[in-house]
């Protein structure tokens, strides 16, 4: 949901309590959400790669100097894509990782992105290099640490070819999710 979200550009808490009733929703709150936040530059980065492949520039500031000192403030404060031998690899920076919480959210949505980011400018999608201020695992926590394997979500090759066509997707499935169909283009692994 975080990843339709993303993409869309958009944040329905109702939608994520819906589609992840156990989650910690504490975490999911509009002024975090990511969407809103990169919605209006991702297509710029997108623009820069098409017109230069080996861009350096191509950079989504998630974080904003407005956010100011807040609990609100985005873990993740840049995402890069580079284009490297035919594969656009996400260099991400975030300022504070939580390793329980945080990690299986973002690594899946970082994945997510790449992918479709991948998909719209005909790239193979490569790799998601994190790199944290502060990595860390929060003693309340250390004792809960899953000892058997999670249900991941991947997006498989039917992808959107396009960013105009991947926020519609992203809406339609979002739409599919709230009746309870399976999302297209996205496969469960586990």
């Known amino acids: 949901m975080e990843i339709l979200h993303l993409v869309a550009g958009d944040y329905d808490n109702e939608a994520l309590k819906r589609v992840a009733p156990k989650a910690d929703h504490s975490l999911f709150t509009y002024s975090m959400a990511y969407g809103p936040r990169i919605s209006l530059t991702i297509e710029t980065i997108i623009s820069a790669l098409r017109v ?3 861009t350096r520039q191509a950079v989504l500031f998630v974080a904003s100097p407005l956010d100011g000192p807040t609990s609100d403030l ?7 894509f580079l284009v490297r031998d035919g594969e656009l690899h996400a260099i991400v920076s975030m300022r504070s990782w939580d390793l ?4 299986p959210y973002d ?5 997510g992105l790449l992918c479709i980011m991948s998909r719209c400018l005909h ?8 790199q944290a201020g502060s990595a ?4 309340e926590w250390a004792d ?4 058997t394997s999670a ?16 926020k519609l997707w992203a809406l339609e499935d979002v739409q599919h999710l709230q009746k309870g169909d399976t999302p297209y283009g996205i496969d469960v692994l586990g």
């Open 52 to 54: 230069d492949p080996d």
């Open 74 to 80: 985005p873990c993740t404060l840049t995402i890069q």
């Open 100 to 103: 329980c919480r945080g990690l």
């Open 107 to 111: 690594l899946m949505m970082f994945s």
């Open 123 to 130: 790239y193979e999608p490569g790799k998601v290099i994190v």
């Open 136 to 139: 860390h695992i929060y003693r």
């Open 144 to 147: 809960r640490l899953p000892s």
């Open 151 to 166: 249900k991941y979500w991947v997006f498989n090759r039917d992808a959107p070819r396009s960013w105009t066509e991947a």
